[in-house]
């Protein structure tokens, strides 16, 4: 329906403010952000592949100093904010793959918008230590944490269960500080620009070759030495030529110090080696 210009001023003269009358601003709610660590509870999966979102919020939270230690919608919850901006940070305690359950009843309470919804997960086909953030259909988005890809021919299901080592762990570290600024910039000044920082700081990391692996992201198998054959002695001088048992016969298995990406990791850059003299 057309509204004649003569109507359309007169509403505009009802509704404008008369002299020596502020107009009244109606001030816009601000909703906080919500940031949520995938893993599974428990002391069997603590520190583990699939609960490395878990440590990802763990190190918002030290960084930000907010604490973790309410128990909420079926998680670990705390409060904060980054700059001006309200910021929620959960670790669902359901299992993983029913987390939903968790972040749905903590958006619908507080009616976070989809958009402010950030979930931090373990992302097999990412590198180790590498960080990809997307966007996920109206979500703020999602956050994986590369954990790299299981060595020789173990099960997906049983890597992501192992524990970090002492190396990986110090790669890790990297990784949150990246992280962390990086949802510092998601809070201040929006999506594009996180992706954007996350996307130069991958950039940025050493691309020197792995040193054990001259940067094939391959090792020989120690026990067939690369030719994914062993003789065995069958007795009274007779030997029999069988299938490596360790590489499965491949002869070689995923380098442990770079994960397979060939790249030489970030804490090997920044340890001080000394001669042996």
């Known amino acids: 329906m057309c509204t004649s210009s003569s109507s359309a001023a007169t509403e505009r003269d ?11 601003v109606k001030p816009v709610k601000q909703y906080p952000w919500l940031i949520v660590g995938l ?12 609960n490395v979102g878990f440590e990802m919020v763990d190190a918002i939270a030290e960084a930000e100093d907010i604490s973790m230690k309410s128990v909420a919608y079926k998680a670990f919850f705390g409060k904060g904010s980054i700059g001006n901006v309200p910021l929620m940070l959960a670790k669902p305690q359901t299992f993983m793959n029913v987390s939903g359950e968790s972040v749905g009843a903590i958006v619908s309470f507080y009616k976070i918008p989809p958009k402010q919804v950030l979930v931090i997960y373990d992302d097999l086909d990412l590198p180790f230590g590498k ?15 590369g954990i790299g890809r299981p060595p020789g021919k173990m099960e997906a299901a049983s890597y992501v269960l192992r524990r970090f080592s002492k190396q990986e762990s110090e790669e890790l570290d990297f990784t949150f500080q990246t992280g962390i600024e990086a949802i510092r910039i998601l809070l201040l000044q929006g999506f594009d620009k996180s992706a954007t920082f996350i996307d130069n700081a991958s950039k940025r990391d050493n691309t020197q070759p792995c040193f054990p692996c001259n940067g094939t992201g391959a090792q020989s198998c120690r026990f067939c030495t690369g030719s994914g054959t062993v003789t065995v002695e069958l007795g009274g001088g007779e030997t029999e030529v069988s299938r490596c048992i360790n590489c499965d016969g491949a002869g070689g298995l995923t380098c442990t110090t770079c994960q397979g990406s060939g790249i030489q990791p970030r804490y090997l850059d920044r340890r001080e080696f000394k001669d042996d003299d």
């Open 14 to 24: 009802v509704h404008a403010p008369v002299a020596g009358e502020q107009a009244s």
């Open 39 to 50: 893993g599974n509870p428990g002391k069997l999966y603590h520190r583990t592949r699939h």
């Open 131 to 145: 960080l990809r953030m997307l966007p996920k259909g109206g979500h703020g988005g999602h956050n994986g944490i």
